[in-house]
């Protein structure tokens, strides 16, 4: 009989298929984990929230200063549903051939209407 062998090395040894299984699980857990708690640290600084809008900013990141619904402020400001680029504020201006101080009024008008933030 082969004695078995104790602790963590052990059970590396006879388990390898499972030891794997939850290291992968474990660094899923961490990831995910991380990028949570570095969304709500940011965004939990009052130096983020309802920020004036500025021509760099995306409708998401407007929506998250603003806790505004995402998808219904870039479908006020003209955004298709699903863009294949995150088009910034001076982006959907220049697509649409009006001044950036347009579409920012465009814009403020919806916070207003549906900001949580005052």
Do not use: C
């Given at each position: 009989?082969?004695?078995?062998?104790?602790?963590?090395?052990?059970?590396?040894?006879?388990?390898?298929?499972?030891?794997?299984?939850?290291?992968?699980?474990?660094?899923l857990?961490?990831?995910?984990?991380?990028?949570?708690?570095?969304?709500?640290?940011?965004?939990?600084?009052?130096a983020?929230?309802?920020?004036?809008?500025?021509?760099w900013?995306?409708?998401?990141?407007?929506?998250?200063?603003?806790?505004?619904?995402?998808?219904?402020?870039?479908?006020?400001?003209?955004?298709?549903?699903?863009?294949?680029?995150?088009?910034?504020?001076?982006?959907?201006?220049?697509?649409?051939?009006?001044?950036?101080?347009?579409?920012?009024?465009?814009?403020?008008?919806?916070?207003?209407?549906?900001?949580?933030?005052?």
């Amino acid at each position: 009989m082969s004695r078995r062998q104790n602790g963590l090395l052990g059970v590396l040894r006879s388990h390898p298929v499972m030891s794997l299984a939850f290291a992968l699980a474990l660094a899923l857990v961490l990831f995910f984990a991380t990028g949570f708690v570095r969304h709500a640290i940011y965004w939990s600084d009052p130096a983020h929230q309802a920020q004036p809008l500025e021509g760099w900013m995306t409708p998401r990141y407007i929506a998250n200063s603003w806790n505004v619904d995402g998808p219904e402020l870039a479908k006020h400001l003209g955004v298709s549903e699903a863009p294949k680029e995150r088009p910034t504020l001076q982006d959907i201006a220049d697509k649409r051939g009006v001044p950036l101080a347009t579409i920012i009024a465009i814009a403020e008008s919806y916070l207003t209407a549906h900001a949580r933030i005052k």
